[in-house]
């Protein structure tokens, strides 16, 4: 699976059995898509690989720890690593083919925006659970 930015010079592959999705309602997510909402993946680090324009990545980093990586030419968001564990996040527009893919899990719904309509399917947390309890949800008929 080949995933691209939107001028598409920043290019990688994933491989492997997908997990499903999760979309984070909070308000850093929404300054970082400038919509409703996320929309990534996380996927074992050994099954991501970048297969070109990684010299257009650039990097910011809140004050708080929250990550964004975007391409430098086009502005979209692109997949970082997350935090000191072995797995990459992955924004799933940026995939080339939809895989099935559903959302397994709905993040900070407590403080989604009140135009956001969030989608029925997939577990709604008021917050977010810790990163190995959302990975289990994310797991959870993966492949299906
Ligand atoms: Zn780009
Ligand atoms: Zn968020």
């Excluded at 499903?20 to 929404?30: D, I």
Aim: hydrophobic share 35%; proline share 5%; with cysteine.
């Amino acid at each position: 699976m080949r995933g691209k930015c939107l001028c598409g010079e920043v290019e990688f592959a994933v491989s492997g059995t997908l997990p499903n999705l999760y979309q984070c309602h909070c308000s850093l997510c929404r300054k970082a898509t400038g919509s409703s909402a996320n929309a990534a993946l996380i996927v074992p680090s050994e099954n991501f690989q970048w297969v070109g324009g990684q010299d257009r990545i650039t990097s910011y980093v809140k004050n708080t720890g929250y990550r964004s990586d975007f391409c430098s030419k086009c502005g979209s968001p692109l997949p970082n690593p997350l935090g000191s564990r072995a797995e990459y996040w992955i924004p799933a527009g940026l995939l080339e083919d939809n895989a099935n893919l559903e959302i397994a899990a709905h993040l900070h719904v407590g403080s989604k925006a009140s135009w956001d309509a969030v989608a029925s399917s997939g577990v709604q947390y008021q917050e977010a659970p810790d990163l190995v309890s959302l990975l289990k949800v994310l797991w959870k008929n993966a492949g299906a």
